[in-house]
């Protein structure tokens, strides 16, 4: 374990805290999962990187970490109070299809997209609908205690039974009446605005496919109570850290916390990790307002998911980020860059091998394991400069451990590489960086070269020029600007270099 402080800001306190686990050098780690009616979007993906980040530095530094994760397949509606459409039920219409084979290809698309962004996949994954016993035991349990009442055949929480029911969002009462935005049908069962289902019966949506025999009558869980139960199903009742968007704070994580400390009698979840939204130009990035961006639209446009991952790696996740294009090639021109300075690191290939081992890099590239290991902290890889390497590793584990601050660690990861060090030890470090990065650097270091079959050592900075040439090429060719591209493909076949396109990128040659 390094001894490095972790510092997170805390949405239940409203500042940045100690992190402090319940068992020490342990974490347990709840995520919301996602509604799976639709493909994930961007803004979505940027907070499960995000949380990928926090979840992989507390790994970098030395805890044993368990996540886990809900998959949303019943009972989320439109709006994030009780009203509107099934959001499972609008998907499944929409494409002529049941609830579960909606459920069944978006889970599967979800996970895709994750593990091209290099998302570990969560230690446990489960559904809300393998979970129905769980909440019908937690809900009663409520009833039990004074916690829920029934009312027109459906069970609800009574929030005025709480002290402090707003204690996350900092949201009133007030706040509340003016926040009732499209209630359309206002639900005349609530004792309290502010009240939330537990479990509908039939008097909701006589067209919900998926129900349920209860103590209430045939039907299906509310959406808060998934999270409650099955962060308790794997993470037992004291909770290290649960995290979401912003958009989670109030109502779906304050309900969560109603139902959690009202079940268990005692407060449940010490850190609430909250990822700020992706917007465009025009507002929040949001599947309701159509016309949103996933992973495979950016890659039809030419883009690799590194480079998205690594646009989210460059600002601190607390902050609104916005999308565009521009600031996309930006990123990408440098993430080019980047990867051609990795790819001259002197590294001979017996050096190579011996990496692969200390880092468990297996040549096969396993998708499912794609940023699953971590290496053990403070352990110096055989070849590396053991003062230089353990520095290092301290310097990046702070960066990461000042409230996830992905763009000082990236500072980091340049400063290794201008450091005054052994080519060995640069590339030892920045394969230990990528553990929690995830941006594929790799590749670009254990890459077989061509050119060093021939023993030619290419001079520095020809090979930068050329490299500059090759991503203002690529910039051209996402802009449709084939012209451009082509210019430059000749220009360089002028100065005798021939640049080829392959599934890894552009390579180029001497003639
Ligand atoms: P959903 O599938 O709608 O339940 O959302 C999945 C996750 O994405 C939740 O943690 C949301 O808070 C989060 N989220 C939704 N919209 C955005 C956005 N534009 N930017 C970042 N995160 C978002
Ligand atoms: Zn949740």
């Keep these: 374990?390094?001894?490095?402080?972790?510092?997170?800001?805390?949405?239940?306190?409203?500042?940045?805290?100690?992190?402090?686990?319940?068992?020490?050098?342990?974490?347990?780690?709840?995520?919301?999962?996602?509604?799976?009616?639709?493909?994930?979007?961007?803004?979505?993906?940027?907070?499960?990187?995000?949380?990928?980040?926090?979840?992989?530095?507390?790994?970098?530094?030395?805890?044993?970490?368990?996540?886990?994760?809900?998959?949303?397949?019943?009972?989320?509606?439109?709006?994030?109070?009780?009203?509107?459409?099934?959001?499972?039920?609008?998907?499944?219409?929409?494409?002529?299809?049941?609830?579960?084979?909606?459920?069944?290809?978006?889970?599967?698309?979800?996970?895709?997209?994750?593990?091209?962004?290099?998302?570990?996949?969560?230690?446990?994954?489960?559904?809300?609908?393998?979970?129905?016993?769980?909440?019908?035991?937690?809900?009663?349990?409520?009833?039990?205690?004074?916690?829920?009442?029934?009312?027109?055949?459906?069970?609800?929480?009574?929030?005025?039974?709480?002290?402090?029911?707003?204690?996350?969002?900092?949201?009133?009462?007030?706040?509340?009446?003016?926040?009732?935005?499209?209630?359309?049908?206002?639900?005349?069962?609530?004792?309290?605005?502010?009240?939330?289902?537990?479990?509908?019966?039939?008097?909701?949506?006589?067209?919900?496919?998926?129900?349920?025999?209860?103590?209430?009558?045939?039907?299906?869980?509310g959406w808060h109570i998934e999270c409650s139960c099955i962060s308790k199903k794997h993470l037992g009742e004291y909770l290290d850290i649960h995290c979401g968007g912003v958009d989670n704070i109030f109502p779906h994580h304050t309900n969560e916390i109603a139902q959690s400390e009202s079940y268990?009698?005692?407060?449940?979840?010490?850190?609430?990790?909250?990822?700020?939204?992706?917007?465009?130009?025009?507002?929040?990035?949001?599947?309701?307002?159509?016309?949103?961006?996933?992973?495979?639209?950016?890659?039809?446009?030419?883009?690799?998911?590194?480079?998205?991952?690594?646009?989210?790696?460059?600002?601190?996740?607390?902050?609104?980020?916005e999308f565009s294009y521009d600031a996309l090639d930006n990123v990408s021109a440098a993430y080019d860059k980047l990867i051609a300075r990795l790819k001259r690191l002197d590294v001979s290939e017996d050096k190579k091998d011996e990496l692969k081992k200390s880092f468990k890099i297996d040549s096969s590239d396993d998708m499912e394991n794609s940023g699953r290991h971590m290496s053990e902290a403070g352990k110096v890889p055989a070849g590396a400069d053991s003062s230089v390497y353990l520095d290092y590793e301290k310097r990046f584990a702070e960066a990461l451990a000042g409230d996830v601050n992905t763009s000082s660690a990236i500072t980091v990861l340049y400063d290794v590489l201008k450091a005054d060090t052994d080519d060995v030890t640069k590339a030892a470090l920045v394969l230990r960086f990528d553990e929690v990065l995830s941006i594929d650097l790799k590749r670009a270091i254990l890459a077989v070269e061509d050119e060093s079959d021939e023993g030619e050592s290419v001079d520095s900075e020809l090979a930068e020029y050329v490299e500059g040439k090759i991503a203002e090429r690529a910039a051209a060719k996402r802009n449709k600007d084939f012209a451009t591209a082509d210019a430059i493909r000749d220009e360089l076949a002028e100065k005798g270099i021939v640049i080829k396109d392959t599934r890894e990128g552009t390579t180029w040659e001497k003639a």
């Design 1 to 221: 374990m390094l001894d490095v402080k972790v510092n997170l800001y805390n949405t239940l306190g409203k500042r940045v805290e100690e992190f402090k686990p319940n068992e020490e050098g342990k974490v347990g780690m709840y995520t919301c999962g996602p509604t799976v009616y639709h493909f994930a979007h961007i803004g979505n993906l940027r907070t499960y990187i995000m949380e990928d980040v926090l979840e992989k530095t507390l790994r970098f530094i030395g805890y044993d970490v368990k996540r886990v994760m809900n998959i949303t397949d019943v009972g989320h509606l439109s709006s994030d109070g009780d009203t509107g459409e099934d959001k499972m039920l609008a998907g499944a219409k929409r494409e002529h299809k049941s609830v579960m084979d909606i459920a069944k290809f978006y889970t599967d698309a979800f996970k895709t997209d994750a593990l091209k962004l290099n998302i570990r996949w969560p230690d446990v994954v489960d559904p809300a609908t393998n979970c129905i016993d769980e909440f019908i035991e937690m809900i009663e349990v409520l009833l039990d205690k004074g916690y829920a009442y029934v009312a027109g055949e459906n069970v609800y929480f009574d929030t005025s039974k709480l002290k402090d029911y707003y204690c996350l969002s900092a949201q009133n009462e007030d706040e509340l009446v003016i926040g009732a935005r499209d209630d359309v049908d206002e639900d005349t069962n609530k004792r309290n605005k502010a009240d939330f289902v537990l479990w509908f019966t039939k008097s909701k949506f006589e067209n919900q496919e998926l129900k349920w025999e209860s103590p209430w009558g045939l039907g299906y869980p």
């Design 264 to 321: 268990f009698g005692h407060k449940w979840c010490n850190y609430w990790f909250h990822v700020n939204h992706l917007n465009t130009s025009s507002g929040k990035m949001a599947k309701s307002a159509g016309g949103f961006l996933t992973v495979s639209s950016l890659e039809e446009k030419g883009y690799d998911p590194m480079v998205y991952r690594f646009f989210c790696l460059q600002s601190h996740y607390r902050k609104p980020l």
